[in-house]
């Protein structure tokens, strides 16, 4: 098996490999550091009896190896768990009980996953446009007064953090001007106006600072192919700016930041924590930082676990992305 097909096979395979050190890490760091987990699921007012009584449902008894089985097993399969009364059987993927309420590491992740997908999803598209349509325009005009500002706005943007940003924004359009009201998160499903409205600042907020990466970038990668022999050739041959300019130079220009676009996505599911927080928004940040401070491991791992599902796949697909608009990287 040659070619494309081959190079597919290979980042599915890497991506299985890199998902399952990710889980042992994770399962060592949290369930097998020092510490009670039985402890933490039954509570503090627990007696000794129920918390062996505990120990025993979870199969913290069992050798180290046969616990992680269980747990990669839970994801793939489903795992039924004993409450003591009965039985509760969680569908795959089944990355545990709430330790706090009982309820689903998935379901949790899934009423939650919505808001962090929509404020992502809507920073990436505000952030390419902004940042694409800058560094084009700084390339095309370079050497002018419009490439200085916009180089300043670059630098500004790179220099400034999120949750300074987030507050600018909200006094200068929520507070000072009162354009609008301060953002209340409304599921899409609810009303898709209100949900964007809503979210225009979060989003901001988010895509200023990925802008500036951006514009960066393209004003980089489109210098370089537009010195390239073949652009020289095209306007050796009449072609117009215009046209060399869309057809041939864009192409080649963009083709880093189709990938590495990718790769932002998935990492902004686990790096849109102070966004959330600072806006309000429900998503996985926010309840990522809840169940660390209350001690909940199940959920712990999962949201950690899920958001390392995001990156890994994001880098895969960048990676994919990037062979069909190169096909040397196939055969690297």
Request: aromatic letters at 8%.
């Amino acid at each position: 098996m040659n070619g494309l097909p081959a190079f597919l096979v290979r980042r599915v395979l890497q991506a299985v490999l890199v998902l399952l050190v990710l889980a042992a890490v994770l399962y060592a760091v949290f369930y097998l550091a020092p510490g009670d987990a039985a402890r933490l699921a039954c509570g503090p007012k627990c007696s000794p009896a129920q918390v062996a009584q505990i120990r025993g449902q979870m199969g913290l008894g069992d050798p180290v190896y046969l616990q992680f089985w269980h747990f990669l097993q839970g994801i793939v399969t489903g795992h039924t768990y004993s409450t003591g009364t009965g039985s509760l059987h969680c569908p795959a993927p089944c990355l545990g009980q709430s330790y706090r309420t009982g309820e689903l590491v998935t379901h949790l992740i899934g009423e939650k996953l919505p808001a962090t997908a929509s404020l992502a999803l809507g920073a990436m598209v505000l952030w390419l446009v902004i940042g694409v349509g800058t560094g084009l325009v700084s390339a095309l005009r370079r050497g002018g007064i419009t490439e200085r500002l916009l180089t300043g706005f670059t630098l500004v943007g790179v220099a400034t953090p999120v949750f300074i940003t987030g507050i600018l924004l909200l006094l200068v359009f929520c507070s000072w001007l009162q354009w609008l009201p301060y953002p209340t998160y409304v599921p899409i499903t609810d009303d898709p106006q209100q949900w964007a409205w809503n979210l225009l600042l979060p989003w901001l907020a988010l895509a200023l600072v990925e802008a500036a990466k951006y514009a960066r970038l393209t004003r980089s990668s489109m210098l370089e192919t537009l010195a390239e022999d073949h652009i020289r050739t095209f306007r050796a041959y009449g072609v117009g700016e215009g046209a060399v300019v869309r057809r041939h130079a864009l192409r080649g220009a963009l083709t880093p930041v189709i990938a590495l676009s990718a790769l932002d996505l998935g990492t902004m599911f686990g790096g849109a924590l102070l966004t959330e927080t600072l806006f309000g928004i429900p998503g996985l940040g926010q309840q990522l930082v809840q169940s660390v401070q209350m001690k909940d491991l199940p959920v712990v791992v999962g949201i950690v676990l899920v958001m390392g599902l995001a990156v890994v796949v994001a880098n895969a697909v960048a990676d994919v992305l990037y062979a069909f608009a190169d096909r040397r990287v196939v055969l690297a």
